[in-house]
């Protein structure tokens, strides 16, 4: 019997199930109360990146004196993105035949810092390791030593940090590390299912 | 600058689309606290309303997330996160979800990291794909990918279904862009 997914059990566990939506009344009502509320002049938060060190101390200074209200200031552009994404692309190796894809950003979205940066590692992660599982021994070999460079470029999310800062923790560096040693044994259960589930 | 009719029929639309969903997450995690969650992350939108994307929902559980940790921090109210894994079903009616299952699933949600079970319930509960995962916790698509890669086998361990030679079900279906 195969083994339940376990997103499909969680599901079946959700405790909103069984929610009612709100009703109409009380839908109205917040939204009048809402609409009451005066709306602060707008203002341009894209900060130039000569100025983001400065705004992202602000934002910083922002969230911790007001909540939510400084979520997502120090975050990047798509433009900025594409144009890290383009940079790092320089100089992350991809095994023969692959190829770089565009990002697939949102050009309405807002992202954490080093994304691009984070956007070519996934691909590589994939490109090398899909490289692994369709290799011969030398080929193995080769596709090791590519995901190898590819995992010295991987930064760390310092503990406790927000997760607008990027980079793998801790505890993914490692399971890496693990499908590195697990594949340099030969074993790709690991790999084949990460190919599966994420590429 | 667009026309006050303009702002406040395009909050409508929003808050018309996704009240539900954010009530929904907000009731999820901390049902004590969701009437503040919802209130306070739509006046946040409705104040920023030239900030909301198109794809406005992870954006909103974005906000309604910092907006329930502020809350929490504010008083201090327990989390009922791993607590709340549903209601017991009536007999019959969900026999695969089991008192066991149930059990074992509140265990290993508890020893993942809040951010690997955030990545895990949005994706299962909220049903975000990858993308908006990662828009709502702020951080990249493929941190999430590992996250979400990581917190199932986990949870699939703990269910004592580790069998590796079986993928992951769902593997396929779930990698939404």
Known sequence: ?199 | MPEPQDHEARFNRLYERHLDAVRAYAWRRAPGLADEIVAETFLIAWRRLPDVPDDALPWLIGVARNVRANLHRSDRRQDALVQRLGPEPAAGADPLASVDEREALRGALAGLSETDREVLLLTAWDDLDRGQVAKALGCSRANVAVRLFRARRRLQAALGENDSTHPIPGGVSDARS
């Open chain 1, 1 to 199: 019997m195969p083994a339940p997914d376990v997103l499909e059990l969680l599901r079946r566990t959700d405790p909103a199930r069984e929610l009612q939506p709100a009703s109409a009344d009380v839908r109205d009502r917040l939204r009048q109360a809402i609409l009451a509320e005066p709306v602060p002049a707008p203002s341009r938060r894209t900060p130039r990146r000569s100025t983001r060190l400065v705004l992202v101390a602000a934002a910083v200074a922002l969230f911790l004196s007001a909540g939510a209200w400084g979520v997502f200031s120090a975050l990047d552009s798509p433009e900025t993105v594409r144009s890290d994404f383009e940079d790092v692309t320089k100089t992350i190796p991809l095994p023969p035949g692959a190829t770089w894809k565009d990002p697939n950003l949102d050009e309405n979205g807002l992202y954490g810092q080093r994304a691009g940066l984070m956007h070519a590692l996934y691909q590589a992660e994939c490109a090398w390791w899909r490289y692994w599982d369709e290799g011969d021994a030398a080929q193995k070999a080769e596709a090791l030593a590519g995901f190898r460079q590819v995992r010295t470029l991987m930064p760390l999310h310092p503990d406790g940090a927000s997760e607008d800062v990027g980079g793998y923790d801790d505890s993914s560096l490692r399971f890496i590390d693990q499908m590195i040693a697990e594949a340099a044994r030969g074993d790709g259960t690991n790999v084949r299912q990460f190919l599966l589930a994420n590429c």
